[in-house]
């Protein structure tokens, strides 16, 4: 089968337009739309996801020819991040966000093992011009670039870039030396752009680094002792909630919206301020639990997650040599900056510099930055 990536990129815009087609459908009446809020929100979800697509798959092609990797290789690691969200674009029809445990139709897995099942369990892949022997590899990619973190056969990294030689493919599910060198790189390099975009999508305003809302959960407190807490009136609150009154008592979440909230109470914890200030990466779900969580932590987060779990050294230059941090950080208003300075300032001058001053001359990133950035860390004063 004659392996052609724009052939590919070609089937899977016409697999997008047919979810943006069901969204359509799932929202239309014969007399009118029924919700054309939903309709738009869902249509919106698509685009991000379709631009999001395209800029990692553009940029994995890149990222493999800086790095000097052969033609065929190139075509596998770009198709790979074609495919790697096709499961996003079902979530569009199905859900109103892109949080998975609220996808019921994932059936408890996250996007990325979905998007596994619907390829090769399911067989979607019939639908695409990908020779037998590529396929399971490509599935291992796209399953694996959710992964908080990588290890054994999938963190192994190859010694000789002739060992990136897709020949040697043969599609089985049991995988020889040769073939989980192949399969490793490309789970590495899929998720590193991957991880990349979603702190670019903030330049985009995609993924916006002020939220319009806060979710607090409600815990049997009064309306009145939300509203003091944050600095919000009752009157906003209920406003915002589309409340008849203040009864919250068989509420579990309230929105409190951000525009007039009290700026302190965004800021971090200072337990989790301190973990991430010392380079400890903690782990989201629970974060997330937690009643102080907001898009303020969310974004200390991103940072230290990310930047520690990239794999390859030109990516972490890439970083820096478009000030993408710098770019960000410009992007809050300056009643925000406070709040996210310092993580900005230690992602930037001590993970991002002591990463590339441990790896100077090497193709990845070794695992083990601790003890400069300890070092780092304490002359700072964080």
Not at 12 to 18: G, R, S, T, V, W
Not at 164 to 181: A, D, F, H, R
Not at 243 to 262: A, C, G, Q, R, V
Not at 359 to 369: A, C, H, M, P, V
């Amino acid at each position: 089968m004659n392996f052609n990536y724009e052939e590919n990129e070609k089937i899977m815009l016409e697999f997008i337009e047919d979810c943006r087609r069901q969204i359509k459908d799932k929202f239309f009446s014969e007399d009118k739309i029924t919700n054309e809020e939903i309709r738009k929100h869902r249509e919106e979800m698509i685009d991000i996801k379709l631009n999001h697509t395209m800029r990692v798959a553009e940029d994995v092609a890149k990222m493999s020819m800086k790095m000097n990797l052969n033609i065929d290789f190139t075509k596998i690691v770009k198709v790979s991040a074609l495919l790697h969200d096709i499961a996003r674009f079902n979530q569009a029809v199905w859900a109103d966000s892109f949080n998975d445990r609220n996808c019921a139709q994932f059936n408890g897995m996250m996007h990325a093992e979905y998007g596994y099942h619907l390829l090769y369990v399911n067989n979607k892949f019939k639908d695409f011009q990908i020779p037998k022997n590529y396929q399971f590899a490509i599935s291992q990619a796209v399953k694996y670039h959710q992964q908080k973190s990588l290890s054994g056969d999938l963190s192994i990294h190859f010694e000789n870039k002739k060992e990136l030689n897709p020949e040697v493919l043969t599609g089985y599910e049991t995988l020889n030396n040769s073939e989980k060198i192949i399969v490793a790189t490309l789970v590495q390099m899929v998720r590193d752009v991957d991880m990349l975009d979603i702190l670019y999508q903030h330049l985009t305003n995609e993924f916006p680094v002020i939220r319009p809302f806060v979710t607090y959960d409600v815990c049997h407190d009064h309306l009145s002792q939300i509203s003091k807490h944050f600095g919000i009136s009752e009157a906003e609150i209920m406003a915002y909630n589309k409340l008849d009154n203040d009864d919250i008592s068989n509420m579990e979440t309230i929105k409190i919206p951000t525009i007039h909230m009290d700026k302190s109470k965004l800021a971090v914890p200072q337990d989790i301020r301190d973990a991430f200030l010392h380079n400890i990466d903690l782990d989201l779900v629970t974060l997330q639990k937690r009643r102080d969580w907001t898009f303020i932590t969310g974004m200390w987060w991103r940072l230290i997650h990310f930047i520690n779990n990239i794999n390859f050294t030109s990516n972490l230059e890439l970083v820096k040599e478009k000030e993408l941090l710098d770019k960000i950080y410009e992007m809050y208003p300056d009643e925000y900056k406070p709040l996210v300075e310092d993580i900005f300032t230690f992602t930037k001058e001590v993970v991002i510099n002591a990463s590339l001053k441990i790896n100077q001359g090497s193709e990845f990133i070794k695992e083990n930055t601790g003890e400069l950035i300890s070092e780092k860390t304490k002359k700072k004063g964080y």
